[in-house]
């Protein structure tokens, strides 16, 4: 049978009276580092909190937080490896087309793509804008960009594909490279 389902002050109590080891269990899960447990036990908690993680009784209340907290700091490594490798990706394509150092005429040439970039981003639709917004410039997944959106994964992979060619257009016209 499963238990009652708590309340916010019952899980509340429980979170407060398991923290030190949910913190503990949180450095361990990332090597050590403290701002990266606190960071995943403040997350574990809003998944807690929200919801979005639920205690069904198979196991102790104990087990299961720790669970969460070990599939949250998965989750945050996933996400912080993707960012790197975006990053390191747009610094490599960066880097074949700018001059390390582009004098003034240069420094003008890099503001005015970046100005044309800013330009065909604000001719895409919302949806198209937002989704590409979140996943280039915010580091999410388009599933989650599609969940702060409030819109199907399939949904927000359909607007990230179609932003992505339409600016791919709209950047060719413009002849930016």
């Known amino acids: 049978m499963a238990p009652p389902a708590l309340n916010v002050d019952e899980l509340e ?8 080891d949910s913190f503990g269990w949180a450095l361990s899960c990332c090597g050590w580092n403290d701002a990266e447990a606190e960071d995943v036990v403040q997350t574990t908690y809003v998944k807690v909190l929200s919801g979005q993680a639920r205690w069904s009784g198979r196991s102790s ?3 299961w937080l720790f669970g969460v907290v070990r599939l949250t700091a998965l989750e945050q490594r996933r996400r912080e490896a993707s960012l790197a490798r975006r990053a390191e990706h ?3 394509e960066w880097d074949t087309v700018r001059d390390p150092d582009p004098g003034p005429d240069g420094a003008l040439l890099d503001d005015e793509r970046a100005r044309r970039l800013r330009a065909a981003l604000d001719e895409l639709p919302d949806r198209q804008r937002e989704v590409v917004h979140l996943v280039f410039y915010q ?3 388009v599933a989650e960009a599609g969940e702060v959106m409030g819109v199907s ?3 927000a992979r359909t607007h990230y ?3 992505k060619e339409r600016l791919r257009t709209l950047l060719s016209r413009e002849e930016i490279t």
């Not at 109590?13 to 030190?20: F, I, Q, W």
């Open 13 to 20: 109590e429980r979170l407060t009276g398991l923290h030190a």
């Open 61 to 63: 209340f104990r087990t």
């Open 90 to 92: 747009a610094v490599r």
């Open 139 to 141: 580091g999410l997944t």
């Open 153 to 155: 994964v399939g949904s």
């Open 161 to 163: 594909h179609r932003g």
